[in-house]
């Protein structure tokens, strides 16, 4: 076998799992209802699911002899800011109040815990419907 039918079977191989990744993702994008458990699926199964999309496209590059590192930078761009980004919207989320307060620590009192003046505690009332 050559190194190019090698190099197609790997790219073939990368771009069903990044698909199989990404309609995972996509999947549970449309199958949760609220902010904090849609999160998960996006930011953390359709990075990998991108990044073997992308690792796809530059070996396709390499093995036609053309060589492509664009494709790193965008991987390098798209893994520093989806955490960034997720942890953003879970904050906003948790700051409205349109999410389940996180349960209290069993023996911690600093751990995962939303500390707020009662004076501030009506930024974003609920809406009662």
Known sequence: M???IIGTY???LLLLIGAGFVIVGVIGLL??????????APTKVGTVGIGALLLASMLYSF??????????LIMAFLFVTAPISAHFIAKVSIHMRTCETPPAPPQDTTWST??????DREIAPQEQG
Do not use: C, I, Y
């Open 2 to 4: 050559s190194f190019e």
């Open 10 to 12: 790997a790219v073939a």
């Open 31 to 40: 199958k949760f209802n609220d902010p904090m458990t849609r999160l998960h």
């Open 63 to 72: 093995v036609q002899g053309e060589g492509s590192l664009h494709e790193m």
């Open 114 to 119: 939303l500390d707020v003046a009662e004076e």
